[in-house]
T-cell receptor, first 114, second 114 residues
């Protein structure tokens, strides 16, 4: 099975940088995803890591350390519209096929203040 | 850009009634998924579907649940006899199963069981 932990809530100021951490313990691993979810809406894809290191995508970066079971999402130049829940999700390793389920953390609710 | 669509957006039903939630995955996708999110809780995997059969299912996906691909475009989730605790947002997702590919989520159906 999978166990994924992330902080419940974070607050930051517009224009600042925030780092949202995620730790996981898994029986199999085939990649880690970060999603953004606004209230009442579907998760939208932000980033994917399967190898150790940093992936950068505009204002968003994500880091993975497989040996530590650790990832973080870094948001730079925060904007008010970044207020949302950020979900860490781990994809299972399967022996065959690619219909691999995602196991989600509980999400980190980020509030960006003016 | 193609999107996953879901109908209805909201459904209210009485306990014990059957409901069918409908999804139209992105047209060239081969893998289909259902997830649910109880209000204030994490996104939970229900079932994955590939090549006209269930690929994986979670403990939540008991005999009350079934999935079907009745034609070339629709993917449905049926709950045979709804319970109060089935009240949740149900998300459909799809992808092509490529190595670095996310799952693309539909907007969700909010189900309320009274």
């Amino acid at each position: 099975g999978q166990n994924i932990d992330q902080p419940t809530e974070m607050t930051a100021t517009e224009g600042a940088i925030v780092q949202i951490n995620c730790t996981y313990q898994t029986s199999g691993f085939n990649g880690l995803f970060w999603y953004q979810q606004h209230a009442g809406e579907a998760p939208t894809f932000l980033s994917y890591n399967v190898l150790d290191g940093l992936e950068e995508k505009g204002r968003f970066s994500s880091f993975l350390s497989r040996s530590k079971g650790y990832s973080y999402l870094l948001l730079k130049e925060l904007q008010m519209k970044d207020s949302a829940s950020y979900l860490c999700a781990v994809r299972d390793q399967k022996a065959s096929g690619s219909a691999r389920q995602l196991t989600f953390g509980s999400g980190t609710q980020l509030t960006v203040l003016p | 850009e193609p999107e996953v669509t879901q109908t209805p957006s909201h459904q209210v039903t009485q306990m014990g009634q059957e409901v069918i939630l409908r999804c139209v995955p992105i047209s060239n996708h081969l893998y289909f998924y259902w997830y649910r999110q109880i209000l204030g809780q994490k996104v939970e995997f229900l079932v994955s579907f590939y090549n006209n059969e269930i690929s994986e299912k979670s403990e939540i996906f008991d005999d009350q649940f079934s999935v079907e691909r009745p034609d070339g475009s629709n993917f449905t989730l049926k709950i045979r006899s709804t319970k109060l605790e089935d009240s949740a947002m149900y998300f459909c997702a799809s992808n092509r199963g490529l190595a670095k590919e996310t799952q693309y989520f539909g907007p969700g159906t909010r189900l309320l069981v009274l």
